[in-house]
């Protein structure tokens, strides 16, 4: 099929029909490359267990580690509202 018969099949959709086609174009347009974004962080997660085995990391709990960036967040939010 050229490009021209799928715009004038697509342009003969009923008007909502035409809006899923063209949110489902433009959703694949942005995707980025899974299998790039899988090997980035493959990456990541043997440099993080490298450098814990290493002894240049520190493991923390879960628990913890929301509360920090809860801490961090509130400490953003304060500074940017007296400021």
Known sequence: MTLEEVKSAALELP?????AL?????????????SEIDLAWAKEGQSRLQAY?????????????IARVRKKLDEKIQASSSG
């Not at 008007?15 to 809006?19: C, I, R």
């Not at 063209?22 to 899974?34: G, K, T, Y």
């Open 15 to 19: 008007m909502e029909e035409q809006e």
């Open 22 to 34: 063209v949110m489902s174009i433009l959703r694949n347009l942005e995707a980025p490359n899974n």
């Open 53 to 65: 085995r290493d002894g240049r990391l520190k493991a923390v709990d879960g628990p913890e580690s």
